[in-house]
């Protein structure tokens, strides 16, 4: 697809049934579709399977969200979430889909900022933003939205989001004792109860059996994806992966996972042919921190932009969601429900305390990707994961990894700073 074929579509009469600000949302078609092109569509000799994720993006505001529509009239809940301590497995296994709420853009904000304070995170303004002035399609499907505890601007926000759409709040534990296990086990029993009551259906031991399967085989295509990109040289940029996980909250798991599993395919047949995105000397560039929703495409842009490749990211948009699977040999609801739990609770969340796992993991997956520098992403006023930075930056310090922390929104008033900072940081790497 050449970068003028490529449209993100619009369809008035969709937005119109589901109660959304038409007039306004009508120009974000053309806005996306240029960033598409410009950020994405310019990069060379990108693997052909991107074709298929390139045409999600197309069918972001059209074709998904007439797939959710249609579930609906079926009688299959939407469920809204911004998390990966959601139990997807639950929500499937009563015939519900899970899907990704818009919360990744500058736009909606300042609809946020007529009820909320300022100095809280860009993401939460964002997304809450989005259902004030009725500008985001899935905000506007879900029939319940999955709410969380991991931080204080989150759980307060809900309260209020609840005036708008129902919203169902779990609290997350902030430590891993046994006694926290216990009150996730607990939480996640109730939202199961939840879910039952939301879809007029039974979890079963066949449906949770079943959705684990799902998931546990969308899990594993991402981590082959991502050993793949390991590769030097790596194989796909750094921009297609964060969005191909970006999609991954968006899209069908199973239709998903088999275009996952394609694109690996075409990425073993490059890697032999010797194909790749850059050469072999190219500086490679490790991501943590923050979740990057879309379309904030930002850092990415301007870390390969100015000439490296990014070639892991430790992130909720990241290896946080995948590196884990669900034991699947369990036969009663009960014991599925606790193997859930011992999945969910070793998610590195900046929410816990105290948090050394996620250093270590960190340190593991900069080791495997073959990194040559760490840059700690942190949104503003995201304060468990900035002070985190300082267990990072000790440990990079400790291991002689080059470091470099970034703090920003969703603006583009600092770009040209973070640039400079950049591009200093890779001729750093390059020696």
């Known amino acids: 697809m050449t970068p003028e074929q490529f449209e993100v579509k619009a369809n008035p009469a969709l937005?119109?049934?589901?109660?959304?600000?038409?007039?306004?949302?009508s120009g974000m078609p053309k806005m996306l579709t240029e960033?598409?092109?410009?950020?994405?569509?310019?990069?060379?000799?990108?693997?052909?399977?991107?074709?298929?994720?390139?045409?999600?993006?197309?069918?972001?505001?059209?074709?998904?969200?007439e797939e959710l529509v249609t579930a609906k009239d079926a009688g299959r809940p939407v469920v809204g979430t911004f998390c990966v301590y959601v139990p997807e497995e639950v929500i499937m296994a009563v015939g519900g889909i899970c899907v990704g709420l818009c919360g990744g853009s500058q736009g909606s904000i300042p609809d946020a900022e007529k009820?909320?304070?300022?100095?809280?995170?860009?993401?939460?303004?964002?997304?809450?933003?989005?259902?004030?002035?009725?500008i985001c399609p899935y905000f506007q499907a879900v029939d319940l939205v999955y709410g969380e505890t991991t931080c204080d601007a989150k759980k307060k926000t809900w309260e209020l989001l609840d005036r708008e759409v129902p919203t169902h709040v779990m609290e997350?534990?902030?430590?891993?004792?046994?006694?926290?296990?216990?009150?996730?086990?607990?939480?996640?029993?109730?939202?199961?109860?939840?879910?039952?009551e939301v879809s007029g259906?039974?979890?079963?031991?066949e449906g949770i059996g079943a959705a684990i399967r799902v998931m546990n085989a969308k899990r594993l295509a991402l981590q082959r994806l991502n050993d793949l990109r390991h590769h030097t040289p790596s194989p796909i940029s750094g921009k297609d992966m964060l969005l191909i996980q970006q999609i991954a909250f968006y899209d069908d798991p199973a239709r998903f996972t088999a275009n996952v599993n394609e694109l690996c395919?075409?990425?073993?047949?490059?890697?032999?042919?010797?194909?790749?995105?850059?050469?072999?000397?190219?500086?490679?560039?490790?991501?943590?921190?923050t979740p990057m929703a879309l379309p904030n495409w930002k850092?990415?842009?301007?870390?390969?932009?100015?000439?490296?490749?990014?070639?892991?990211?430790?992130?909720?948009?990241?290896?946080?969601?995948?590196?884990?699977?669900?034991?699947?040999?369990?036969?009663?609801?009960?014991?599925?429900?606790?193997?859930?739990?011992?999945?969910?609770?070793?998610?590195?969340?900046?929410?816990?305390t105290p948090n050394d796992d996620r250093i270590e993991q960190v340190l593991v997956e900069y080791r495997a990707s073959g990194a040559q520098g760490l840059i700690d992403y942190c949104l503003q006023f995201c304060h468990t994961y900035n002070i985190e930075a300082v267990k990072l930056r000790e440990m990079c310090e400790r291991e002689g990894i080059p470091f470099l922390a970034i703090e920003t929104d969703y603006s583009p008033e600092d770009v040209g700073q973070l640039q400079t900072r950049i591009e200093a940081f890779i001729e750093q790497i390059r020696g």
């Open 35 to 65: 960033a598409f092109r410009g950020i994405y569509l310019s990069q060379k000799n990108r693997p052909a399977r991107m074709e298929y994720f390139d045409g999600m993006i197309a069918e972001l505001h059209s074709g998904r969200v």
């Open 201 to 205: 259906r039974k979890a079963t031991a």
């Open 299 to 352: 850092l990415h842009h301007l870390i390969e932009s100015a000439g490296a490749v990014v070639v892991n990211e430790e992130s909720c948009i990241g290896t946080r969601y995948y590196k884990d699977l669900t034991d699947e040999s369990t036969a009663t609801v009960d014991e599925q429900l606790s193997l859930l739990t011992d999945r969910y609770m070793k998610i590195d969340c900046s929410c816990f």
């Open 265 to 289: 395919d075409e990425l073993d047949e490059r890697i032999a042919a010797g194909v790749a995105v850059a050469p072999a000397a190219t500086p490679r560039v490790m991501v943590s921190g």
């Open 15 to 25: 937005w119109e049934r589901l109660g959304m600000n038409v007039e306004r949302f």
């Open 115 to 134: 009820v909320l304070p300022r100095n809280i995170c860009p993401m939460v303004k964002s997304a809450f933003g989005f259902k004030l002035g009725k």
């Open 172 to 196: 997350i534990p902030q430590m891993k004792r046994a006694r926290d296990k216990a009150l996730w086990l607990e939480e996640v029993k109730d939202f199961t109860s939840k879910m039952e």
